[in-house]
């Protein structure tokens, strides 16, 4: 009998471009097991930290989705996407060159403790029965209702026209959102170009597996 019979917790570093069912479609694939399920998606463009539950750790899924996150990434200012990242193309360029370093970090305070967060349009929250972005693929207004997020901890270091940070908040949090946001508050726009998770409680993107450990792990056990 092999490890994954009994079950197991894997920490897999997602692929860029790669969504999270791929990665579960992988896993599978591998270990030819059904019972196998993710604790937070990730969009395609975001890079970092997937748990992944196979066997009788799916139970364990909700509990894990359940904690806190932290994510590292970069906003570009000076325009706005549909999407608010590189899902869809930039925008309503403006010139924000006079932004500084101060103004960013008082920008990112507004948004950090407790706070309503209206989730993005182009996301898979479900609303009367279709997906959100089903709605914005074709035009349609769809209107989502601000939910309480907590973010614990929101540093910027602006390297024009970037800021790169850090994000500790608690689930359901749309990074997407707070690069949207951040831009709305400085005046200037801004989409989200990058993020990678790096931890989920304490679980961290340090003692992830790439898919090609993954693929040696597998290997060497497998079958005993």
Known sequence: MDIFSEGQVLLIDKPYDWTSFDVIRKVRRLIKIKKIGHAGTLDPLATGLLIVCTGKFTKKINEYMAQEKEYTGTIVLGATTPTFDLESIPENFKDCSHITQADVAAAAKVFTGEIQQVPPVYSAIKKDG??????????????????????????????????????????????????????????????????????????????????EGLEEFVKKNQNG
């Open 130 to 211: 279709k997906r959100a972005y089903e709605f914005a693929r074709k035009g349609q207004e769809v209107e989502l209702k601000a939910r309480k997020i907590v973010v614990s901890e929101f540093t910027t270091t602006l390297q024009y026209p970037e800021v790169h940070f850090k994000i500790v908040c608690s689930t359901g949090t749309y990074i997407r959102s707070l690069a949207n946001d951040l831009g709305k508050e400085l005046g200037c726009g801004g989409y989200l170009s990058s993020l990678c998770r790096t931890r989920i409680g304490e679980f961290f993107l340090k003692d992830a597996m790439s898919m």
